[in-house]
């Protein structure tokens, strides 16, 4: 009788569980829809209150807004709810790493289609974006692997606000200043370390396991791919700035040579 009302309480578990599975799966596409109508909705509100502003600017303070909330909760995910996604890729999504999953999917199909509207992104920009779409999709579809995948956005959009401000700083005319070169070493400094550095150790960690799908690791594997195309570019940008730099110093003290030498000789 003892075992008999063990296995009823078993199964009765495994059925409650199974069940809170199908409705966290069938909750998923409404979450979704309600991230995208709430990115849109602050999009409107900015559009309505910076009405001298392109539609760029506003379009650029949501990016600068889940850069920030997405950067919070994915480290908060990743770092304290867990599970740590360094040794335990493949492992089942909890509630918390769904719900930021959800969050970010209705934002990249908002940003997405934006650029797609206004023609306001590259063919890499646009790509990262369908990755990122895809693989969250999947990660959702799959009820795993949503802890890389948040490691990702985390390494991804830990750099989004310090990119947006360079573009807010340009637009308002103060880039070229010792703000503007703070905000670009720090941009540097963190997608190097970050993206590349700690990003080659997920990549490392995401394909020695095997707890993921062979498609989540290729997924893997192209964002960090399209992470070292822009990082490419980084390096270049870096490079002509410092250049430029070095020049503007080397010019400055040659003119205070020259006033000082042509000073000592009118002296004579």
Not at 14 to 40: H, K, N, Q, Y
Not at 189 to 217: D, H, N, Q
Request: aromatic residues 14%; positive net charge.
């Amino acid at each position: 009788m003892q075992l008999k009302l063990q296995n009823h309480s078993s199964r009765s578990v495994e059925c409650r569980g199974d069940l809170f599975a199908r409705l966290m799966m069938a909750s998923m596409p409404l979450r979704v829809t309600c991230s995208l109508i709430s990115w849109l909705s602050l999009y409107t509100w900015f559009c309505h209150r910076y009405k001298h502003r392109s539609y760029e600017w506003s379009c650029r303070l949501v990016t600068l807004t889940h850069g920030v909330l997405a950067t919070c909760l994915s480290a908060y995910i990743g770092f304290i709810d867990g599970p740590w996604p360094l040794t335990h890729p493949g492992s089942p999504n909890t509630t918390l790493q769904v719900h930021g999953l959800c969050l970010s999917l209705g934002y990249f199909l908002f940003d997405l289609a934006w650029c797609v509207y206004f023609q306001a992104e590259g063919a890499l920009m646009l790509a990262h974006h369908m990755v990122s779409i895809l693989g969250i999709t999947v990660s959702l579809a799959l009820g795993e692997s949503a802890a890389e995948v948040n490691a990702v956005i985390f390494g991804s959009e830990i750099t989004n606000p310090l990119l947006q401000a360079r573009w807010f700083l340009r637009e308002m005319g103060l880039y070229h200043s010792f703000t503007g070169d703070v905000v670009d070493f720090f941009f540097v400094a963190l997608f190097t370390g970050v993206r590349i550095g700690v990003g080659a150790w997920l990549m490392y960690c995401e394909l020695v396991s095997p707890k993921p799908r062979w498609f989540i690791k290729v997924g893997g594997v192209i964002m960090y791919a399209v992470s070292w195309v822009f990082m490419v570019s980084i390096c270049r940008f870096a490079r002509r700035k410092s250049m430029k730099k070095y020049h503007a110093w080397r010019s400055r003290k040659n003119e205070e040579l020259y006033s000082e030498t042509n000073g000592h000789l009118k002296s004579h």
